[in-house]
């Protein structure tokens, strides 16, 4: 019998989905999973009739791909991936590939790298983002490892990434756990976005008393727009005009508020803390899910912290886009964006992944969930200066700011009189301001720790370290 060309290991959503793209794209493949009833399953379900067979034993499973061997896998990310890897590895030989395609944490896959390639066959960590659709109609992905393996796999890669108009949406990334780090910041910007798209939904629901159609309108008309033309953007409208088929009410207010995290948006938080980089409104993002978690403390302050007396406030009307809530989450957007973006570039110093920032752009504009037109013009902005400081500062983007801080003030300060909580888009508020303040207060802070602490400070006027007596 021949030897199938690729082999995926773990069947759940999105192992499932992506070997039927890579057999869907001429590579015969074989499957394992633990568990092996999902194996028998599979093959006589959606696996049917095609050029996939299934292993029971991982021995089985390795010898039934031809050499050097395309392993992907599939399982979850942590101790799982370690257990498949220290059973898979031993069964391997010089030359074969292993791809871990979950959300591994970006350190993991840097000892990993470590340990497998000392063993004479590669390994790549590689973020997969698009979910279940993405992953059967063409992902995005973000390969990290040697370049030689990701040689080795290219040709399979660029046929299964999303393909847009300059080429699949995956490229290599850059050594050890880069591919991961990439993925990790994604899903960060996605925390973001997510959260920004909230916040105007429930400004529209609780201050013009717009029911879900009617927000739905708007997103839609947002989703025909440069600055916010996004798969985001189109399934919050898709979302907003599902109905439950029981009473024909809006299903989205039948969801409880509280929002789950597995773990990529803390990271990128932990990592922006460790490298220096400020994400405040990704920040703001996760802090709304912890926030949210919290719902029987939040229902039993409602009733003791009573909310600010009746307001009222102009958002413009559907016909203009809403224009100052547009204004707040084109900017937000951005920020998360810029935010990501510029975590990245520190990343690439601190890590030496040398990541080209055109490419990372390019490959986000298909199949992943933050993929966006805005992405284009990010895409620009970095191919003009791959290590430019902000993406607020490119000509485009600073013309977006000038013209929507207005709007986007406005709603930072109308919300807060009514008491609603727009945290990303105050953070964003706070963090173009200050991002645009030559001269901030932290003289004053530095003069303080200089005070109790003798910790010194630069001057303006002069070179030098200085101290001052304080409190003599
Ligand atoms: P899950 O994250 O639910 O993982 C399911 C798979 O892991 C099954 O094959 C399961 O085998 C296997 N597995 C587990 Br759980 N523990 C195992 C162990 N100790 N040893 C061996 N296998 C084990 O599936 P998923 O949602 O398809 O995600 C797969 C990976 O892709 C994850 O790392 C996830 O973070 C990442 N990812 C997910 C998405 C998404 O939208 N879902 C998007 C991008 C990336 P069993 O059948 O025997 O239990």
């Known amino acids: 019998m ?3 060309h690729f082999g995926l290991v773990g069947l759940g959503v999105m192992g499932e989905n992506l070997v039927l793209n890579a057999e869907r794209n001429g590579f015969s493949s074989v499957v394992y999973n633990r568990t092996f009833s999902k194996t028998e399953s599979f093959l006589s379900g959606r696996g049917a009739g095609k050029s996939i067979s299934g292993a029971r034993d991982l021995k089985e499973f390795v010898d039934s791909l031809e050499r050097p061997r395309r392993i992907l896998l599939m399982v979850k990310a942590g101790g ?28 993991d896959t840097e000892r990993r790298v470590k340990e497998l390639e000392s063993k004479s066959f590669g390994y790549i960590g590689m973020g997969v983002s698009g979910g279940a659709k993405g992953a059967l109609e063409g992902p995005s992905m973000m390969p990290g490892g040697t370049k030689a ?40 910007i996605e925390y973001g976005i997510e959260q920004i798209l909230a916040e105007a939904y429930d400004l529209m ?51 409880m508020d509280k929002a789950g995290q597995k773990g990529t948006g803390l990271w990128t938080v932990i990592s922006a803390l460790e490298l220096g980089a400020s994400v405040p409104t990704i920040y703001a993002s996760l802090n709304a899910r912890v926030m949210s ?14 909310e600010p007396s009746a307001f009222s406030f102009d958002l413009g009307d559907i016909s203009t886009g809403m224009s100052p809530v547009m204004d707040a989450v084109v900017l937000s957007t951005i920020a998360s964006y810029a935010q990501g973006m510029d975590l990245l570039l520190l990343a690439s110093k601190e890590y030496e992944y040398d990541f080209h920032m055109p490419s990372i752009a390019q490959i986000w504009k298909g199949g992943c969930i933050i993929r966006s037109k805005l992405l284009k013009r ?54 173009i301001n200050s991002y645009r303040t030559a001269r901030l207060p932290q003289n004053l802070v530095q003069a303080m720790r200089d005070c109790f602490g003798s910790h010194t400070y630069e001057r303006v006027d002069k070179e030098g370290s200085f101290h001052t007596n304080w409190l003599d």
């Not at 300059?166 to 899903?187: A, E, L, M, Q, R």
């Not at 159609?213 to 947002?222: E, G, L, S």
Request: with cysteine; proline share 4%.
């Open 2 to 4: 021949s030897k199938a």
């Open 80 to 107: 799982a991936t370690d257990n498949v890897i220290n059973q898979i590895a031993p069964l391997l030989e010089e030359g074969d590939l292993l791809i871990d395609g979950g959300n591994a944490l970006f350190s």
């Open 149 to 188: 393996s990701y040689d080795a796999v290219e040709a399979l890669l660029s046929k299964m990434a999303a393909q847009v108009e300059d080429g699949p949406c995956v490229t290599y990334i850059g050594p050890g756990g880069s591919g991961h780090f990439v993925k990790t910041v994604h899903n960060g």
């Open 205 to 255: 629901k609780r201050t013009c008393g717009m029911n879900c159609d009617a927000i739905a309108d708007v997103f839609r008309h947002w989703n025909a727009t440069e600055e916010l033309c996004s798969y985001l953007v189109e399934i919050t409208e898709i979302c907003l005009r599902t109905k439950d088929p029981i009473d024909g009410s809006d299903v989205v207010e039948k969801i």
């Open 293 to 306: 978690s919290m719902k029987s403390q939040r229902t039993k302050a409602q009733s003791i912290l009573k």
């Open 378 to 431: 990010i895409q620009n902005a970095y191919n003009n200066d791959n290590q430019l400081s902000n993406l607020l500062v490119d000509p485009w983007f600073a013309s977006q700011v000038q013209r929507r801080l207005p709007g986007l003030s406005k709603v930072v300060s109308c919300a807060a009189q009514a008491g609603i909580p727009v945290p990303c888009f105050s953070s964003t508020l706070d963090y």
